[in-house]
């Protein structure tokens, strides 16, 4: 299967074949996949020359523990049509990806995966998470005081200018796990609310100072229920603010908040803990490394300590051995013949990193090896983040 790049004359028939192999129309919106960067994109050719496979990356940015930025590829637009498939094209379009960004010079690429069966081969692992809370508006009351302060004021979508992407660019800088979201994104509408256009109310909060410093983005979808696409705080006391508005929204009987990170504190914060109901629990951002050494060593670490990590890389033919040491927060990655701490894939690898993924449990589930009894809840410790790392940027 022959892959060759996208010209920027070719965006009709990329987003064409992309959609067929989504059993697609037109119909979509045109904005959905209007910040494809040009120069990005691949086509997997047929025998007799036509497009039959498409896949393309985004230029994004990535904040790991510790709040580093890292220029990351977002892989994106994957699809084979039907008539195509299982014949490698796929397989043909990620080993050309992969090789392209290393050439960039990248250490990790993500991408967010229609079906948890196709990335793990490619050396992509589960390690970001999200689920939806479903709060019952009457049982909602809080058991905890109102700790912040400012004001919160309701515009629409159309009416935000760039609230939303100034505000939007200082949360996902100290949150790990949150992809920068490019300007041209913004400008083209594209995408999901509430960076797509498309009819949403925002309740914009503001700090004694007027300056904004959380949004919410919701709309009414059923004849009593608020779905809210994200809120977006510089901290928790913000978001819960923005979270209190909307509970106390008349003539509504439930809120659903559609993407939580695991550590969210609202149903600690209830009086009734049962009022707001988890659902929706579901991995979101996808992590793959691409050179192991540099992506260890640019994270930031919280706890002092060593392991020795056995890589298998299949997808890339690869296979390394890693001293990993920690010592005030830096770290070091060296070669080492020493016996392994821990055993495991590339896609096991990128599910640990930014601390979303539990090592031990890993250990447990029998994807790790473990060289000794403690090496799993050594690696626990190792890897934490500062706080779960979460992603809620569709693309
Ligand atoms: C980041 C994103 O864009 S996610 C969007 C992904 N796209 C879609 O879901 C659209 C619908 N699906 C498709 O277009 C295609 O089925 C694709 C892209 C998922 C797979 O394309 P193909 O060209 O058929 O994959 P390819 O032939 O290279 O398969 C490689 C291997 O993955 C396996 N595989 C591929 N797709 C799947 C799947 N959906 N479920 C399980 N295994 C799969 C194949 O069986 C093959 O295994 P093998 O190496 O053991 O033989």
Redesign the pocket.
């Known amino acids: 299967m022959q892959i060759r790049p996208t010209t920027g004359e070719e965006f009709d028939v990329f987003v064409d074949t992309l959609h067929a192999?989504?059993a697609r129309f037109p119909e979509t919106p045109a904005t959905l996949w209007s910040a494809l960067e040009e120069d990005r994109g691949l086509f997997?050719m047929s025998e007799d020359g036509r497009p039959v496979?498409t896949?393309a990356a985004y230029s994004f940015e990535l904040t790991l523990p510790g709040e580093t930025v890292i220029p990351v590829s977002g892989?994106?637009?994957?699809?084979?049509?039907?008539s195509?498939?299982?014949?490698?094209?796929?397989?043909?379009m990620m080993r050309r990806q992969l090789a392209d960004f290393r050439a960039r010079g990248e250490f990790l690429s993500v991408?967010?995966?229609?079906?948890a069966?196709?990335?793990r081969?490619f050396g992509y692992g589960p390690a970001t998470y999200t689920h939806r809370l479903t709060v019952q508006r009457h049982q909602a009351a809080f058991a905890v005081p109102r700790t912040a302060s400012g004001s919160i004021e309701l515009l629409r979508r159309s009416d935000c200018g760039e609230i939303l992407e100034e505000v939007y660019d200082r949360y996902r800088r100290a949150r790990p796990g949150a992809l920068s979201r490019p300007h041209r994104w913004w400008a083209e509408g594209a995408g999901q609310s509430p960076i797509s256009t498309a009819p949403r109310y925002i309740a914009v909060h503001r700090d004694a100072d007027d300056v904004p410093d959380g949004y919410a983005c919701y709309s009414h979808t059923a004849p009593s229920t608020l779905t809210v696409d994200e809120i977006i705080a510089a901290d928790d006391a913000v978001s819960t603010a923005l979270a209190r508005f909307l509970l106390e929204h008349d003539l509504i009987t439930e809120v659903v908040f559609k993407h939580c990170p695991p550590d969210h504190p609202l149903r600690w914060q209830l009086e009734d803990f049962r009022a707001g109901e988890v659902s929706g629990d579901t991995d979101w951002l996808w992590v793959r490394l691409l050179d192991i050494p540099r992506a260890l060593t640019a994270r930031g670490w919280f706890t002092d300590g060593e392991l020795v990590l056995d890589v298998e890389d299949p997808a890339l033919g690869e296979h390394g051995r890693y001293l990993l040491t920690v010592r005030g927060g830096e770290a070091t990655c060296v070669p080492t013949d020493r016996e392994p701490d821990l055993s495991l894939d590339a896609s096991d690898l990128g599910s640990i990193y930014l601390g979303g993924t539990l090592p031990s449990k890993l250990v447990r589930a029998g994807r790790v090896r473990a060289g000794h009894p403690d090496a799993g809840v050594l690696a626990d410790a190792l890897f934490r983040a500062e706080r779960s790392p979460h992603c809620l940027h569709w693309f």
């Not at 892989?75 to 039907?82: H, N, R």
């Not at 991408?111 to 079906?115: F, I, V």
Request: glycine share 10%; charged share 15%.
């Open positions: 192999a989504f997997a496979g896949a892989v994106t637009a994957v699809g084979v049509l039907p195509h498939r299982r014949r490698g094209a796929l397989s043909a991408l967010l995966a229609s079906e069966l196709i990335y081969r």
